[in-house]
């Protein structure tokens, strides 16, 4: 077992493509002992779902002729205490959108590194929301001025969660850093965005996700 191993309960894999499932569940057999359940529809997930005490759903959005988000609000609604974890190849800017409007604890690309898929699982399994560097980037692209692109990938994921009302120190926990180097971040973000306060900065994000 890796040095980064993972503690995350039971997991439901919902993918309609066998080899996708498999490579998910090989991943996670790699990086730590995990009891793994897998569906291919809505109707599979969410018999596990009635059986089993899931802790996580890693979900695909396209499910065929199937829409993932329809699982994402039915665990939303009845079992609460899931984490939803969007695992797509799916870049489009609407369902990022509407991902952020659920409330996921994660929005994943499928191309990215096998490290940064175990990295968002961990940062889930402790309580805190990962976004892939690059959707966000893309959301950003046409709806901001060009400074943005200074901005480090770090300072978009906390942009990202400032335009959700989020604290300080909500930031930090859920990015598993201290405040103070929250604070840094933001404080750069301010600067490079010419930007003279935190409120101003929740407008600004939110503005921008809402556009």
Same mark, same amino acid.
């Given at each position: 077992?890796?040095?980064? #191993?993972?503690?995350?309960?039971?997991?439901?894999?919902?993918?309609? =493509?066998?080899?996708?499932?498999?490579?998910?569940?090989?991943?996670?057999?790699? @990086?730590?002992?995990?009891?793994?359940?897998?569906?291919?529809?809505?109707?599979?997930?969410?018999?596990?779902?009635?059986?089993?005490? *899931?802790? *996580?759903?890693?979900?695909?959005?396209? %499910?065929?002729? +199937? &829409?993932?988000?329809?699982?994402?609000? $039915?665990?939303?609604?009845?079992?609460?205490?899931?984490?939803?974890?969007?695992?797509?190849?799916? /870049?489009?800017?609407? !369902?990022?959108?509407?991902? $952020?409007?659920?409330?996921? !604890?994660?929005?994943?690309?499928?191309? #990215?590194?096998?490290?940064?898929?175990?990295? #968002?699982?961990?940062?889930?399994?402790?309580?805190?929301?990962?976004?892939?560097?690059?959707?966000?980037?893309? /959301?950003? @692209?046409?709806?901001?001025?060009?400074?943005?692109?200074?901005?480090? !990938?770090? +300072?978009?994921?906390?942009?990202? =969660?400032? /335009?959700?009302? $989020?604290?300080?120190?909500?930031?930090? @926990?859920?990015?598993?850093?201290?405040? /103070?180097?929250?604070?840094? =971040?933001?404080? &750069? *973000? %301010?600067?490079? %965005?010419?930007?003279?306060?935190?409120?101003? #900065?929740? %407008?600004?994000?939110?503005?921008?996700? +809402?556009?």
């Amino acid at each position: 077992m890796s040095s980064t #191993a993972l503690e995350m309960g039971k997991i439901l894999v919902v993918d309609d =493509h066998p080899l996708v499932r498999r490579g998910i569940i090989d991943i996670l057999s790699m @990086n730590g002992k995990q009891e793994v359940f897998e569906g291919s529809n809505l109707a599979a997930a969410k018999a596990i779902l009635k059986e089993k005490r *899931i802790d *996580i759903v890693i979900i695909d959005l396209n %499910l065929g002729n +199937e &829409n993932g988000f329809e699982l994402v609000e $039915m665990v939303k609604s009845s079992y609460p205490d899931i984490k939803n974890v969007v695992l797509t190849s799916s /870049s489009n800017i609407f !369902d990022y959108k509407k991902a $952020m409007e659920l409330d996921v !604890d994660a929005y994943i690309i499928k191309d #990215a590194f096998i490290e940064d898929i175990v990295y #968002a699982l961990q940062v889930v399994s402790r309580g805190g929301k990962y976004y892939s560097p690059q959707i966000i980037q893309q /959301s950003m @692209n046409g709806f901001m001025p060009k400074e943005l692109m200074e901005l480090t !990938d770090r +300072e978009k994921e906390i942009l990202a =969660h400032l /335009s959700k009302g $989020m604290t300080n120190a909500q930031i930090s @926990n859920a990015l598993f850093i201290a405040e /103070s180097t929250t604070k840094k =971040h933001i404080s &750069n *973000i %301010l600067s490079k %965005l010419k930007l003279n306060n935190r409120v101003e #900065a929740v %407008l600004y994000t939110k503005k921008l996700f +809402e556009s």
